[in-house]
């Protein structure tokens, strides 16, 4: 049974930079795509972005300037870095494994998320 | 940031039924599949549609769901108390971003 495990601070000085980690076992790491996903504390779930196994990413067009996420396929890991942190980055990141599918003959995006790690409450505060 | 838009809330008494809606673009939901995610408080979401209307084996029938144009909707037949909990559609949009829904909370009355 695949399991993801998000591992990091759990507080972040202001201006500073997070970075999690999320560890993936019991299954195949290749050929899926891994996003971040974010949920402030009683808000709703913003998507950051996502990596390839082979280490292309794409990001949220809103966050693009402050994120990276970098993949280690030696050790089924991949990993976020948000610069920059500020008191409305205070959330909940969950990292999560996304089935990816591009129909061509409809043109269409087929993407959903099929698996959740269990999520890691980050707060930015001095 | 384009979103989607759900009601904040939806409620009905145990056994009837209830609708969600998911309201987006041509360029999100009018072209892409859509997913549906259920999140009780205090846990992480779970996939609950994906495919526009497929279920996951674990999830009951009493759960469904269709897209037309720029909308989708979920509904909940049979409603139990253990439903409550918040709902989220989910697609991809052709300006590379991942978007969700606004979340909408079901109330068992």
């Known amino acids: 049974q695949v399991r993801l495990e998000e591992s990091g601070p759990g507080l972040v000085r202001p201006s500073e930079t997070l970075s999690l980690t999320c560890s993936v076992s019991g299954g195949s790491f290749t050929n899926y795509y891994w996003s971040w996903i974010r949920q402030p504390p009683g808000k709703g779930l913003e998507w950051i972005g996502y990596?390839?196994?082979?280490?292309?990413?794409i990001y949220n067009p809103s966050l693009k300037s402050r994120v990276t996420i970098s993949v280690d396929t030696s050790r089924n890991q991949f990993s976020l870095n948000l610069r920059s942190m500020t008191a409305a980055d205070t959330a909940i990141f969950y990292c999560?494994?996304?089935?990816?599918?591009?129909?061509?003959?409809?043109?269409?995006?087929?993407?959903?998320?099929?698996?959740w790690g269990r999520g890691t409450l980050v707060s930015v505060s001095s | 940031q384009s979103i989607l838009t759900q009601p904040p809330s939806v409620s009905a008494a145990p056994g009837q039924r209830v609708t969600i809606s998911c309201s987006g673009t041509?360029?999100?939901?009018?072209?892409?599949?859509v997913s549906w995610y259920v999140q009780i408080p205090g846990t992480a979401p779970k996939l609950l549609i994906y495919d526009n209307n497929k279920r996951p084996s674990e999830i009951p029938e009493r759960f469904s769901a269709s897209k037309s144009g720029t909308s989708a909707t979920l509904a909940i037949t049979g409603l139990q108390t253990g439903d409550e909990a918040d709902y989220y559609c989910?697609?991809?949009?052709?300006?590379?971003?991942?978007?969700f829904g606004t979340g909408t909370k079901v109330i068992v009355l």
């Open positions: 999560v494994r996304v089935f990816h599918e591009f129909d061509a003959p409809a043109g269409a995006t087929n993407w959903y998320y099929d698996l």
């Open positions: 989910a697609a991809w949009d052709s300006r590379l971003n991942g978007l």
């Open positions: 041509s360029s999100n939901i009018g072209q892409h599949y």
């Open positions: 990596v390839y196994h082979d280490g292309g990413a």
